[in-house]
């Protein structure tokens, strides 16, 4: 692309996008004088379509009106909402629909999960993060070792950037599972990295691991809504999800989960049970011996909260409506605008961590700015300027293809050189 450093170019950018009316179906937060914030957050917490009260209202009009019947006789039956997500939210992650299923939160649905493909052995029983994995993942996966008896000291591996490097290098992977894969029963990696907005290659972890037959788990938390995993055509065995960042489903709003077809059949695999993940079929007889679905509904446990599941679908219809490509496109296009416009600025204090090449990342954009300190941050926040600091010096920035415009990303880095 051949990018201008100049608002009127933003401005014509934005003319020209596509998906520039999506802005107008969501809530952007402003200041108290009316002003519009620039949102970068959508890594964290996506804005509220306009269309999610709808959708919530529609549910609370059917208790109000059915009460438990609701169940049967709601427009959107509650017994089987769930189902009404799963194909949509199928096609995000690139997976066939037997192999999604949305419940509970994201870092539950790891346990859950680890519960079947975490099957440690005394001579293999190690689970190799990567370090710099988002906390959550990491407790998860200390506490699994724990709980199974290891010392996460000696079980834990960490796979490293190089000295001197922020990235990951997939042949140091390659390298820790060729050496020590006899010992290793679990790869768990983050598919989009939280702090460098790194997108790894999964079909190439997958191979890693499973040449050596180790499981291998990948959390999707900054990849669902943001790039395009292809799942099923990657072959990991299982992934989670969370839909309160990219996908705009609300704080704390239920997560997905996606088990390979390879799996799907195996009734016997250990995991844990309730009535949710007993055969749809004879669910209400009670008095059935345990009877597990195929799939990823067979991870379920407990009938799931619908106001949550209709805030998910009021974001998925808008997801199923725009497509991941068109999504994609315009998200490529409006992040090399952004890593344009700060190499722009020719500052030796500012250097872009996230992989230049728009295959290995999503939207974000993690800067690092030499000297900075949380000041920066909050000088940016007064000027309306939502960003994420992580120490010590990083900001991470995230430009989402469904609301954010060029033009918020030339006024960002147009304050962005003001400040320094
Ligand atoms: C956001 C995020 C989480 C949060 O987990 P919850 O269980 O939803 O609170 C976990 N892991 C990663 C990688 C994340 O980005």
Known sequence: MNFQ???????????????????????????????????FTGNSLGLQPKATQKYIQQE????????????????????PYHELLTESMAKIVGAKPLEVVVMNTLTTNLHLLMVSFYQPTKKKYKIVIESDAFPSDRYAVQSQLQFHGFDPADG???????????????????????????EIALL????????TGQYLDLKKIAAIGQAKDCMVGIDLAHGAGNVSPELHDSGVDFAAWCSYKYLNAGPGSLGGLFVHEKHAYKKDLPRFSGWWNHNKETRFNMRQPFDVMPGAEGWQLSNPPILSMAAIKAS?????????????????????????????????DIKIITPTNPKERGCQLSIQVKNADKSLHQKLTQNNIITDWREPDVIRCAPVPLYNRFEDIYKMVTVLQSLL
Not at 188 to 195: D, E, K, Q, R, T
């Open 5 to 39: 450093n100049t608002l009127a170019y933003a401005r014509q950018l934005d003319k020209e996008d596509p998906l520039a009316t999506y802005r107008a179906k969501f809530h952007i937060p402003k200041d108290a004088n009316g002003q519009d914030w620039l949102y």
């Open 60 to 79: 609370l009009d059917d208790w109000a009106n059915f009460g438990v019947e609701g169940h049967f006789e709601a427009k959107n039956p509650w017994m």
């Open 156 to 182: 834990l591996i960490e796979w490293k950037p190089r000295d001197g490097e922020v990235l990951l290098n997939i042949e140091d992977l390659e390298t820790i599972v060729s050496e020590q894969g006899d």
């Open 188 to 195: 768990l990696i983050g598919g989009v990295n939280y702090y």
């Open 316 to 348: 998925l219809d808008m997801f199923e409506e725009v497509g991941m490509e068109a999504l994609r496109n315009k998200s490529e296009k409006l992040t090399g605008y952004f890593e344009f416009l700060i190499n722009e600025m020719n500052s030796d």
